[in-house]
């Protein structure tokens, strides 16, 4: 993904590589949040959009089989395939259930379900449907996720160490984002885990109130290295990486802003997660404009506040994947 050059601080990112074909592997990235109605959809469109028109090959996926709408907000209408095909066995091939958008380097695989009697993904299908995310020929593929913590959001949302946690500024949506990010962290240590018994532990210790006295991650990860080093070890270099990028959505004040520094102080201190501000997206009525349009905001909106500063946070996105690349 190497060579594209990026515009400067406008509306656009500008300046991308003009090309048919990716480079080599996506960058898978994951929207959540725990909490509905934040704007992950909102962002997750936007920034496929805004990456597409620089240039970059974009997969946008939805991954919220139960209330699809990626496909409206990216402008697609009438969408003629589902990942609820795959889930159904009805598909094998992802590769297949891509649509094109009207915006050039940008497909799209929707989710809507058709048949209500669909069932949610067993856990073998969420494990088949990541290795087929993998395999995507793209430079980005952004999957958008549902609300709340449940298993199927839970390990979408592991398909990297640094998904994106979606916040708005509000008590219940702030309160969310913890507990969906603790949930993860959780979910993640004990996947990682090899010994039975260390396993059992993390489950102990995902119950806040356990009567084993663990209330955080480093009364946690005391038990775990007494119990066993090496396992010990795995855990510390799991927490260590795993690095959820925060963006706050709907900002309407300076103290808005600020949220994603607090909410990083708070994480690190009480969670021992290391949360990455990624940045913040204002509120602007054009935002509700252009979903009732049912196109991006960047693309009906460009000069808009929440149009600019969504195009900055995708330049820190592909600053940091050629970082990532270059290391
Ligand atoms: N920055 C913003 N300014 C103003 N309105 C916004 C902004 N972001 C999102 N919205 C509005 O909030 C609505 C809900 O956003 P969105 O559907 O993206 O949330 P979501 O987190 O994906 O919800 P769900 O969990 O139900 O999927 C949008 O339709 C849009 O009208
Ligand atoms: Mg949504």
Redesign the pocket.
């Known amino acids: 993904m190497g060579g594209r050059s990026l515009s400067a601080d406008s509306g656009q990112l500008g300046g991308g590589p003009d090309r048919a074909e990716s480079q080599g592997r996506a960058r898978l990235i994951p929207?959540g949040?725990g909490?509905?109605?934040?704007?992950?959809?909102?962002?997750?469109?936007n920034l496929a959009a805004t990456l597409a028109r620089a240039g970059y090959q974009v997969v946008a996926v939805d991954g919220?089989l139960e209330?699809a709408?990626l496909h409206t907000?990216i402008g697609v209408r009438r969408p003629r395939r589902s990942v609820a095909d795959f889930v159904s066995q009805r598909e094998e091939d992802l590769q297949k259930l891509m649509e094109d958008t009207a915006i050039q380097n940008l497909r799209l695989i929707p989710a809507t379900r058709p048949n209500l009697a669909h069932a949610q993904p067993s856990h073998a299908q969420r494990i088949q449907f990541i290795r087929a995310l993998r395999q995507i020929d793209a430079d980005f593929v952004l999957l958008?996720?549902?609300?709340?913590t449940d298993v199927t959001v839970m390990d979408y949302f592991m398909v990297c160490e640094n998904g994106v946690v979606?916040v708005?500024p509000e008590p219940t949506s702030i309160e969310n984002a913890y507990s969906f990010m603790r949930a993860a962290f959780y979910r993640r240590l004990r996947l990682s885990m090899v010994s039975h018994d260390v396993r059992k532990l993390v489950g102990i210790a995902m119950d806040e109130r356990n009567e084993r006295g663990i209330r955080t991650p480093y009364d946690l990860l005391r038990e775990v290295e007494s119990l066993d080093s090496a396992e010990g070890a795995r855990f510390v270099r799991s927490m260590r990486a795993f690095r959820p990028r925060l963006i706050v959505?709907?900002?309407r004040s300076a103290a808005d802003i600020k949220l994603g520094f607090s909410i990083r102080s708070v994480c690190r201190k009480y969670f021992a997660i290391d949360v990455e501000y990624l940045g913040y997206?204002?509120?602007?009525?054009?935002?509700?404009a252009?979903?009732?349009a049912c196109r991006p905001l960047v693309d009906t909106h460009p000069r808009s506040n929440?149009a600019i500063y969504l195009t900055r946070i995708a330049r820190k996105i592909v600053a940091q994947d050629q970082t990532e690349e270059a290391r």
């Open positions: 929207f949040g909490k509905g109605g934040v704007g992950k959809t909102f962002i997750a469109a919220d209330g709408n907000a958008d996720l549902g609300a709340g979606v708005a959505n709907g900002v997206v204002n509120h602007d009525e054009a935002a509700r252009s979903v009732r929440a």
